[in-house]
């Protein structure tokens, strides 16, 4: 029987994960390196190869124009949206981009699910790798705050990395799941879930009944474009107007950027556990930045993020017509709620101690794990009513919106509506679908526009009814009847942002030379691309601590550096990847004290003239 | 009385098996889930009498149940035709469960259903007992839009705020009492309905809902208004 998976396709990291019949619980899938972690970074070589995950993560360093993170901000919309992100994101968007954003990697063009989908491949080979068997069937987790585009976009990867999508789960209510089977809990629970990408808060109630367990959704919130990454950016806006102060501009140096995001992201996590934190940076003039950062200054930096997160978590309490005292119990989900400043600002709210036992970072993949055994038959006693995040309505005279389906209605949900025409001898009946709450359907995000066609004849004589339904995954479907005739009406739905589905076709066509390589040689080309980075990096350290302190090097460490990139390149000729994989190690261990030394160098030359005092 | 128009027909067969199913949801026979029978209303396929107070508890545990039987998690081997009907029926129930425990929405739900739900025909019109009100806080409002588009003095718009506050409250107790006396109608209508009422008793309780709910409407937008003119203040 084939094996259904969990996916939790993450802003910053995703992870597959897998409920073995014969165990309790479910486990999230380590990849190469022992890690379940994959690094949502994709890059794309000159030989035209893909590389993704942590090997891709270090192209960041190396090759940025030609590797991508954070893709899934730019899932579902439109290249207008992205202006705002364009400001601190290196995506490097296709001019020609229209409806769909194209992204530019190297010297091709990529829509985002394509992107995606190579992220999706990727975890699908560490799973086929841990069965030893092929995997083609998952259930992959979305924002619970994603519009209907933002879904399909994400469904589209699915099936372009060749995965059968049997449903696509919110991840606060993933998460619920698996807190829910972990703790054996009832009652009124908030999962407060604060990844890297995005914010989504949901209210849940768990009610035992005679035929098992049911987490029902009562109301859902979010941001889908609030996350760790607004973190990272508003320490990179301070460093980067303090690294200008000093006479460097780092706009001109993108590696640089790349690294300095790096050792800011490194900072933001030690101030998760420590008092304060320094930042080392060394410049591409040979300076150094250094600069001490206290946690009450980071908090006082982030404080106005972290705030963002409470409207929604208000709005999805008035929702469920509930008190913050009425909940039972609070969830945290997402790499973000580790940061003590949210933790704070929960336990506040709520007036409880929010719940951290499980990894925050695993908790969604192993939701979506116990979602899937459930759709494959295997847990027959627990069932998930999962509601709508948006209103769903459609444009009437005026750019009004009419709404048919209201926000936080449980999933599938459906609403008919009838027209007609309006004047003699008209043959088209035009219909605009939007999604949101405002008023005016300029300020809603609009779906799709389709035209119902009619005979010509009298005004108002046509009866065509339109059916909307909302699925279990929250994608809309569109269906009309011709009342009149009493006959099935076709249309065609154009989605205003994303692909329709002879371009999917055409992509999983092309993506036919991105398919199924064999095992070992996709090994090889991974452990390939990982050696060159390292060997790049190295070399280039080399030159620089050449240039910079010539002699200073000691022989035998030079020497065991250089020895390590000889073998390493000499193992790359040929084709044993785990040769490959060992010799990298053996170049990276004796490239340490190398890395280290430079470090030293960089710091003891800022700091070089001044008193302790100063520093 | 003859409750709306509900004759729920009984003579289906089963789509799979051919057995007669007596209007059930799956085949007696084979246990293959069947489309919602002709003339079903969100009452019926709740198991509830066509009566306007109910037991939310009661309606709750009607819709868990149904939806363990019908949701398509539970249809993912399922073919295709199933597979449609799993999402026809728990969309249908969801949208029933969520009509029904809204006490407005039910009674607008009921009026549909026998064609006797009417939207004002003067949707501008106040109603009487308000008209002096509403003409008071349509002057406020001008003086308040008036006052902040010529930048006026904080102590002028803190009054000005005072007084919508208060017509807000003013109408959101109008709102209350309108609630109050669309449940005391729809108490009637269950009266009605025990006592086998005849149609013309009937159609005449309805009339008086559909008042009620236009009025209700009326209010209602008054009160969004306000509050949409305090939230830009």
Known sequence: MPRTVGIDLGTTYSLIAYQDKREARPKCIPGPYGTPLCPSVVSVDADGSIIVGQAAQRRLLTQPERTIYSVKRLMGRGPADVQDELKIFPFRIDPASKNVIRVRLGERVFTPPEISAFILRELKSWAENYFQDSVSRAVITVPAYFNDAQRQATRDAGRLAGLEVLRLVNEPTAAALAYGLHEQKRGKVAVYDFGGGTFDISILKLISTSDGDIYQVLSTNGDTHLGGDDIDNALQSLAREEIRGLGVDLAAHPDTVQELRKALIAAKHELSDADKTAIKFPLPDGNVYFREISRAEYERLIRPIVDRTMGPVRQALADAKLKPAEIEEVVLVGGSTRVPLVRQTVEQFFGRKPHAELNPDEVVALGAAVQADILEGGVNDMLLLDVTPLSLGIETMGGVVAKIIPRNSTVPASAQELFTTGVENQTGIDIHVLQGERELAKDCRSLARFQLKVPPGPAGLARIEVKFLIDASGILQVSASDLRAGTEHSIEVQPTYGLDDAEVERMLEESIEFAEQDFSERQLIEARNEAESVLTLTERALAREKSEAPGELPEEERRSVEDAVVALRESLAGTDYKRVRALTDVLNQASTPLAERMMNRALATALEGKKLGEV | ?233
């Open chain 2, 1 to 233: 009385m003859n409750a709306a128009s509900t004759t729920v027909t009984l003579s289906a067969t089963c789509r799979n098996c051919s057995a007669p199913t007596n209007g059930a949801l799956f085949c007696p026979s084979c246990g293959k889930i069947q489309p919602l029978p002709r003339g079903a209303d969100y009452f019926s396929f709740l198991g509830l009498p066509q009566k306007l107070t109910l037991d939310l508890d009661t309606l709750e545990q009607r819709f868990h149940s149904l939806s363990w039987k019908l949701h398509p998690d539970h249809f993912v081997r399922a073919t295709e035709e199933e597979k449609q009907l799993s999402l026809d029926l728990s969309s249908q129930l969801n949208d029933a469960y969520r009509t029904l425990r809204d006490p407005v929405a039910r009674v607008e739900y009921l009026l549909s259903l026998s064609g006797m739900r009417k939207e004002g025909q003067k949707k501008q019109q106040a109603p009487p007992e308000l008209l002096e009100e509403v003409f008071e806080l349509n002057e406020s409002l001008d003086e308040l839009r008036e006052a902040r588009d010529s930048g006026g003095s904080p102590e002028q718009m803190q009054g000005l705020r005072a007084k919508l506050e208060s017509a807000q409250h003013k109408f959101e107790s109008s709102l209350a009492d309108v609630d109050q006396e669309l449940a005391g109608v729809g108490k009637d209508w269950d009266a009605a309905i025990d006592s086998a009422a005849d149609e013309a008793a009937g159609k005449k309780l309805m009339e008086r809902m559909n008042e009620v709910l236009n009025r209700r409407s009326y209010i209602r937008n008054l009160v969004n208004g306000v509050r949409q003119e305090l939230a830009v203040t």
